[in-house]
């Protein structure tokens, strides 16, 4: 049985564990320009004993843009902000992969140069994102009504993914992972709650996620297979969604990329944002739609990651908030010794503070 501390082959390289690094928003990168800063490369590199870092999402294009300093992929800055992070993570002997990112609906009117949000249809995201206030400090605010993408916008964004892929390889990523997962751009075209289009986009499941998959094959393109994976989050409510058939596009998706022999697959489970715990009916059905690398992320402890991997449902472990408070999480779980505790209040924006000052155990 393999257990997180053994070793890992992806298609593009090997892992030294199965404790790898959920994608994580930190909204501290420099500003203006959304450039990854050396404050950022010491959070990343303290990681580095992670099997795989899959970075915070970076938006691949201005318009992909929803919350405040987070980060981006499609300028030179950005570019080389991020090369200084591959670099001093490689030299711990880490990997580490992109996460590319549109948010769509999930907006507001001051990234989008003072308009709405894109998204499949004009349909409103209730929830909130979090801006910069007047006085400097982080605010939540009402996302805007988004617009319905004309099927000529279509082809320019995929282009946007492709350029942001392309940006990922000279920046030194080992990999790129797709967001099409928490309600963002691509899973509001999978979703049939926010997807209500009327063409080729919209209505069957194959419609769908017809856009979704036009992304992964420019992506795929501009690298390969092997260095792309797939982030999905079937039955997620964040982001507004409700899916009644989220379980079965999920499969349709697992089964499009499997076809395409991606490098991996990421499973963002739902009960991580007050949606349903997965059954194990799903487990078995994705782990025949899906047969490369599978990764499960959301509320994992040791004994969860143990029973998922005995089973063969997934190959790696993605840990998010246990993460952000052990940066040497791998030994800890491996050496059965306890865990920091997260501050919560300390997650998104500002300096060291919550972000590079929980001790290892070293220290
Ligand atoms: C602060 C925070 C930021 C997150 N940002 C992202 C993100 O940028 N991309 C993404 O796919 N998921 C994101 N997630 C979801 C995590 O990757 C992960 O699936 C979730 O936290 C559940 O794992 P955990 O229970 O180990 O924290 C975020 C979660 C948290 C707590």
């Known amino acids: 049985m393999p257990a997180l501390r053994d070793s890992l082959t992806l ?5 030294t564990n199965r404790v790898f690094m959920a994608p994580m928003t930190r909204m501290r990168s420099a500003q203006p320009g959304d450039v990854p800063t050396d404050l950022m490369s010491e959070y990343y590199t303290q990681r580095a004993g992670a099997g795989l870092i899959v970075t915070e999402g970076s938006q691949i294009s201005p318009q992909g843009k929803g919350y405040f300093a987070t980060p981006g992929i499609h300028t030179d800055e950005q570019i080389a902000g991020w090369r200084r992070i591959t670099d001093a993570v490689h ?69 946007d993914y492709r350029r942001a892929t392309v940006n990922a390889r000279s920046a030194g990523f080992d990999m790129v992972e797709i967001h099409g997962a928490n309600g963002y751009l691509l899973q509001q075209f999978m979703s049939a709650s926010s997807n ?36 999905i989050s079937p039955m997620i409510k964040f982001g507004g969604l409700d899916d009644s058939d989220g379980l079965e596009m999920g499969l349709h998706i697992a ?8 490098g991996y697959l990421h499973l963002c489970e739902p009960d991580w944002a007050d949606g349903p715990e997965l059954d194990d009916d799903f487990r078995i059905k994705l782990r025949e739609a899906f047969n490369g690398v599978i990764i499960a992320a959301g509320n994992y402890t040791a004994t969860k990651s143990a ?57």
């Open 11 to 15: 298609p593009a390289f090997s892992t």
């Open 91 to 159: 030299d711990k002997g880490g990997k580490i992969a992109l996460q590319l990112w549109h948010v769509g609906r999930v907006t507001h009117s001051v990234f989008q140069g003072g308009g709405p949000g894109v998204s499949a249809s004009a349909v409103p995201f209730r929830g909130t994102t979090t801006i910069q206030g007047l006085d400097g400090e982080l605010v939540t605010a009402p996302c805007p009504t988004p617009r319905a993408l004309t099927v000529e916008e279509l082809p320019g964004i995929v282009e």
């Open 196 to 231: 209500q289009r009327d063409d080729e986009y919209g209505g069957s499941i194959d419609n769908r996620a017809r856009f979704p998959l036009e992304v992964v094959d420019a992506v795929v393109d501009a690298w390969d297979a092997a260095h792309v994976g797939m982030r």
């Open 255 to 262: 089964s499009e990329l499997n076809r395409r022999e991606l």
């Open 307 to 363: 029973r998922v991997l005995d089973a063969g449902w997934a190959d790696a472990i993605a840990f998010g908030r246990p993460f952000i408070a052990n940066p040497d999480l791998p030994h800890r779980l491996f050496n059965d010794t306890p865990l920091n505790e997260l501050r919560p209040e300390l997650i998104y924006g500002g300096g060291a503070t919550g972000y590079t000052d929980y001790p290892a155990l070293t220290d």
